[in-house]
Nanobody, 121 residues
Framework: QVQLVESGGGLVRAGESLRLSCVAS????????MGWFRQAPGKEREFVAV????????KHADSVKDRFTISRDNGKNTLYLKMDNLKPEDTALYYC??????????????WGQGTQVTVST
């Protein structure tokens, strides 16, 4: 059993920043890879970033790699996504996921409920 709860989304203007968090429970946090996915209305869910169990390896989608940074604090059972220089095209529901590493992405086995990020012009 793995439970994931996201937070930190909101409404911001283009160029501003947000930091998303995902708190995990039900299984040792350091035992699995974690990642972020996002889905805009009418679009397929897409990969954003992944981090391995100990935090030593990360990968970001090309569309966000110069602006977003994934990290984790295993002592707090928490995954983060720091988003800088947000753009309107980043508007989406952001999902936290747990699973196994399949570089350069991952196989998601567990999902959070999502947190909304809206970027206005």
């Amino acid at each position: 059993q793995v439970q994931l709860v996201e937070s930190g989304g909101g409404l911001v203007r283009a160029g501003e920043s947000l930091r998303l968090s995902c708190v995990a429970s039900g299984r040792p946090f350091n035992g699995y890879a974690m990642g972020w996915f996002r889905q805009a209305p009418g679009k397929e869910r897409e990969f954003v970033a992944v981090i391995n169990s100990n935090g030593g390896l990360t990968k970001h989608a090309d569309s966000v790699k110069d602006r977003f940074t994934i990290s984790r604090d295993n002592g707090k059972n928490t995954l983060y996504l720091k988003m800088d220089n947000l753009k309107p095209e980043d508007t989406a529901l952001y999902y936290c996921a747990g699973g196994i590493l399949q570089m350069p992405t991952m196989r998601p086995d567990y999902w959070g409920q999502g947190t909304q990020v809206t970027v206005s012009t």
